[in-house]
């Protein structure tokens, strides 16, 4: 029951390292405070470099490719479980990378 659940007031009473049934079992008896949430909300603010790095400014480019590439790359891409599109920007920074570096560039 709801009622029954043990009031959390700071981050500091969540144990860390749990398994997902550890987890589970511990939010199933704990219930947030508003006092425990804007706790977190402060703690979040202050560990932003755990988070990765925020994204730069894109632009949209359209690229003319024949069928059979883009069908290779989004079989690949169902490998890895990622969107074609994004394997494709992987590939293209991964490659400028290295011809930066063999041309002396960085």
Do not use: C
């Not at 008896?29 to 560990?47: P, R, Y």
């Amino acid at each position: 029951m709801a009622e029954d659940k043990k009031l959390l007031t700071d981050v500091s009473q969540v144990p860390k390292n749990m398994t997902d049934e550890e987890e589970a079992e511990f939010w199933a008896t704990h219930k947030m405070t508003e006092e425990f949430l804007l706790q977190a909300v402060v703690d979040e603010d202050e560990n932003d470099e755990d988070l990765p790095p925020k994204r730069t400014e894109a632009k949209t480019v359209t690229i003319r490719m024949d069928l059979d590439t883009i069908e290779r790359l989004q079989k690949l891409a169902e490998i890895r479980h990622k969107g074609y599109q994004t394997l494709l920007k992987q590939f293209v920074i991964e490659r400028l990378y290295e011809e930066e570096k063999r041309s002396g560039v960085i």
